[in-house]
């Protein structure tokens, strides 16, 4: 009897126009409870006194942990094409708003 070698079923990802164009974010807080990460992605603004929470995205522990091993491998394979990334002060002097990303606990 002949095996099936087909592997993993396909699934198809739909992309709608609007989640296509992408959200910009230059901070996001990461917080946790036992059951679930919680990553709020903001905008931040120089001059404006509010930074509106742009996209959150809630993700189990396990997803949580392969985000971030899928994360890592893919910084490593751009770091390999275009050098290192550098990751600058945690507060951007020039327009005096954080620059790098944060995190907290629920």
């Not at 392969?66 to 951007?92: C, W």
């Amino acid at each position: 009897m002949e095996e099936n070698k087909k592997g993993p079923k396909s699934i198809d990802i739909e992309l709608s126009q609007a989640v296509a164009e992408g959200v910009y974010s230059n901070m996001a807080i990461i917080s946790h409870s036992s059951s679930e990460f919680i990553m709020d992605f903001i905008r931040i603004m120089p001059g404006v006194p509010k930074a509106p929470v742009k996209s959150r995205v809630i993700l189990t522990p396990e997803h949580a942990k392969r985000l971030l091993l899928s994360l890592q491998d893919n910084v490593n394979k751009y770091e390999k094409t275009f050098g290192k990334i550098a990751i600058p002060h945690p507060m951007d002097s020039e327009n005096g708003f954080p620059v790098v990303f944060g995190n907290g606990q629920a």
